[in-house]
Every structure is written in C-alpha cells, then in structure tokens.
C-alpha cells in the first residue's frame, strides 16, 4: 500500500511540474546570455557548453505559448537551433572561427523573429495597420 500512494505521488508531482508555463521573457534572457558566452568562448570546450545551453532553452522556448504567428515563431526557433548545430559542428571540425558565420544568422533570426511579437507602436494602435 505504501508503494502504492508512492507511485501515485511521485505521477501526480511530475505532471504538475510538467505543465508549469515558461516563463518566455526569462527564458529568452537566460538565452541571450548562453549565446553571448557561446560568442565569447575562447576554447571549444568552453564554446560546446554554452551553445548546448543555448539549444536546451531554445527548446524550451518552444513549449511556451505564442498568441501571434505561433507557426512562424516556432519555425523561426527552429530554424535558431539548426544554424547553433550548425556552429556547434563548424567549432568542432574547423575551430571557434568557423562557428562565426552560423552565430552571425542566429542573431540575424532573433532580429527577424522578434518583429512579430513586438507590441504595436502609438500611431498603430491608433489608426491599425
């Protein structure tokens, strides 16, 4: 029996942590710092664990909830994570140089990507789009 409510406690905690919300404006801060000490890497070991990080929130990121262009902003993150696997694979064969180009377009995607979600400006909101 004591297994028993063991069992059941140990299901119903996991579901409740697995349903908890990201919260997407922390998140997106701890990715922004996981893809400055990727840029900033000075060695590859130092390089491989901060874009792992960065892939990890990334995914992360798309379990949040988007109530505009949910469809773009979750093939923009992926997107995000195939050019950090594609500096993760450049660093490892070529070297840290390599990876520049790759992290160039991560940064070019972010700027793309976060136009949908800003919020509108005065003039929009007055006379819409």
């Known amino acids: 029996m004591k297994y028993f409510y063991f069992v059941f406690i140990l299901l119903t905690s996991s579901v409740s942590i697995a349903s908890v919300p990201v919260d997407l404006e922390i998140n997106m801060k701890n990715t922004g710092l996981a893809y400055k000490q ?5 060695n590859v070991e130092e390089f491989n664990l901060a874009i792992n990080e960065f892939i990890t ?6 379990t949040a909830k988007f109530y505009k262009e949910p469809e773009q902003s979750l093939q923009g993150l992926d997107k995000v994570i195939a050019q950090a696997e594609l ?3 450049a660093a490892n064969q070529q070297g840290l140089s390599a990876a520049k180009q790759p992290l160039k377009n991560i940064d070019n995607l972010r700027k793309k990507y976060h136009e949908l979600h800003e919020p509108p400006g ?4 007055l006379f819409g789009k």
Not at 38 to 42: E, G, K, L, M, R
């Open 57 to 62: 929130l990334v995914e992360i990121s798309k």
């Open 38 to 42: 990727a840029v900033q890497a000075t």
């Open 87 to 89: 500096a993760k694979q």
């Open 122 to 125: 005065f003039f929009e909101l």
